[in-house]
């Protein structure tokens, strides 16, 4: 590792202009993304993934793949041109989510109640472009660029953080992250310095009451009454008590009670997510949930668990590497197409990435309504603008040689 403290890039390095993926790489990024696609698996058991990943790889020539983060990949592309001991690591993520496809493509999952709505596809194609690009013309730089393939970006236990856990990053000088963007038309790059995304926390809730007979609901306590009570003031802290350029989200997204028409519910369970843009904001919420659940059961007459488990960090970008991003997408596709776009409140675990190195995560433009790319991620027709892919394959590479380079003596 070079300078892990220091300048992320050195100024006045060199940007490549276009860059010239072969297309027989491109047409295979195209193919390995539909298969993805046909076949996602869901967070922490994406072995066919992994093997499918590797074998991909290894169909490139590429050797010393090996495997991380339980299901994931990491394979070095090691640069035998101008010597240069800086090391640069691009994260793609390949997990699915647990939802039913309603996309209408040739490719849909096979796999009933996975889909990969969220693009992770699409990512893991480009970085296999990426890697098979760099390991075809590693002649032409030096340096080292670490592909890594992570898997659990979803859910817990988190891919990112087992990541950085395991040391993957401990001789990286800095990272670089793409995500997909159903709100940027393709065939355009989003980025911009300082926090992106948001730290994502997730929160169990039981509420207790006492069953009765329906008819009779004066004899029990209520305790769906009681949740929906919840549910709506939970509201108020991110309406009513935080500035509204404070960044916060709190959504409930699930409610489970009750079993009979004719019994009132003595237990009620609910599960949601918050999401904020600052530690103290975080905590402040964390507090909030706390009281305010608490009081409404006591009110009520029930009684409330309450568990919110920490998740990922928000990602902040790194300010020379978002220069980099954007001098790099310059030379790519023109400066027309660079769009200085603030974050978005999606959640990512490379927030991990970003604690432990300079990083930056930009957005890749897939909106297209002639492809039907225009439903937001997570949703059951989301759609990927294949077009968009070789651009966002064309910047990761152009940014990884550029940073390389600027390590040169």
């Known amino acids: 590792m070079s300078n892990p403290e220091g300048s992320a890039m050195a100024s006045g390095s060199a940007i490549p202009g276009t860059i010239d993926i072969d297309a027989g790489i491109l047409d295979r990024m195209i193919e390995i993304r539909r298969h993805l696609h046909r076949n996602p698996e869901l967070s ?17 020539g590429i050797a010393d793949i090996r495997d991380v983060a339980g299901f994931g990949l990491a394979v070095d592309i090691v640069g035998t041109g ?32 996975v889909m990969h709505a969220c693009g992770h596809d ?18 032409s730089f030096g340096g080292t660029v670490r592909l890594i393939f992570q898997p659990a970006e979803e859910d817990e236990p988190s891919g990112g953080k087992r990541v950085v856990e395991e040391g993957l990053l401990d001789d990286i000088d800095a990272a670089i992250c793409v995500h997909v963007d159903p709100y940027t038309p393709t065939g355009k790059i989003a980025v911009s310095s300082g926090p992106y995304t948001l730290a994502c926390d997730t929160f169990d809730v039981v509420v207790t009451g006492s069953a009765a007979h329906a008819a009779k609901p004066y004899e029990g306590i209520d305790a769906i009454a009681v949740a929906c009570s919840m549910v709506g003031e939970l509201q108020k802290i991110v309406s009513r ?24 519910a003595g237990k009620v369970t609910l599960k949601g997510t918050i999401r904020s843009g600052s530690d103290a904001t975080r905590e402040r919420a ?75 995560y930009f957005r890749l433009g897939i909106r297209n309504e002639a492809a039907g790319s225009v439903f937001p991620l997570h949703h059951a027709r989301f759609r990927v603008d294949e077009a968009a892919l070789k651009v966002g394959a064309a910047t990761l590479v152009s940014a990884a040689t550029a940073f390389l380079s600027a390590g040169a003596p």
């Open 122 to 139: 699409a990512h893991a194609s480009m970085g296999f472009a990426v890697a098979a690009h760099l390991h075809q013309s590693r002649d």
């Open 286 to 360: 964390w507090r909030r949930v706390h009281a305010i659940l608490e009081a409404i059961a006591t009110a009520h007459g029930a009684s409330v668990q309450v568990d919110i488990h920490k998740g990922e960090p928000g990602v902040v970008n790194d300010v020379e590497m978002t220069e980099l991003i954007v001098a790099s997408a310059k030379a790519c596709i023109g400066p027309d197409n660079v769009l200085n776009t603030p974050g978005w409140t999606v959640a990512d675990d490379f927030g991990y990435y970003s604690e432990k190195r300079p990083s930056v």
């Open 241 to 264: 008590e935080i500035d509204p350029y404070d960044p916060l989200v709190i959504s409930v997204t699930g409610i489970n009670g009750g079993n009979a028409y004719n019994v009132i």
């Open 44 to 60: 922490n058991q994406e072995a066919g993934t992994q093997s499918y990943l590797r074998q991909m790889l290894a169909g490139q």
């Open 82 to 113: 101008k010597p240069s001991n800086r090391k640069v690591a691009i994260r793609v993520d390949i997990d699915a989510l647990p939802i039913d496809e309603e996309s209408g493509v040739d490719y849909a999952s096979i796999n009933p109640g």
